[in-house]
Nanobody, 119 residues
Framework: QVRLAESGGRLVQAGGSLRLSCAASGRTLSIDSMAWFRQAPGKGREFIARIIWSGDKAYYGDPVKGRFTISRDTAKTMVYLQMSSLKPEDTAVYSC????????????WGQGTQVTVSS
């Protein structure tokens, strides 16, 4: 099993930037890709970004294209989400997720980190 732990969430002003980190441990050799999702109060979980573990190809959800950047450090088994031009509607709990080889769905979730953007 892959274990995930996010960090970096905090209160930030609109227009500001923030970087979230996710540390992976456990069966990290089984990771095919990793992703970030978010969930705002009263709303469903929303896809933010996904990155292929070997190869570095990345995909983004429409609401964050051009503002957020996902990256990974395979040596440290870390995934990052650099967020810029933050808006109040970006306020949510951000969760890190792992996809293991052979799975088309998320196989591991982190506990989430709160990001609050004030206007």
């Amino acid at each position: 099993q892959v274990r995930l732990a996010e960090s970096g969430g905090r209160l930030v002003q609109a227009g500001g930037s923030l970087r979230l980190s996710c540390a992976a441990s456990g069966r990290t050799l089984s990771i095919d890709s990793m992703a970030w999702f978010r969930q705002a109060p009263g709303k469903g979980r929303e896809f933010i970004a996904r990155i292929i573990w070997s190869g570095d190809k990345a995909y983004y959800g429409d609401p964050v294209k051009g503002r957020f950047t996902i990256s990974r450090d395979t040596a440290k088994t870390m995934v990052y989400l650099q967020m810029s031009s933050l808006k109040p509607e970006d306020t949510a709990v951000y969760s890190c997720a792992a996809y293991e080889y052979g799975s088309t769905t998320v196989t591991s979730w982190g506990q989430g980190t709160q990001v609050t953007v004030s206007s």
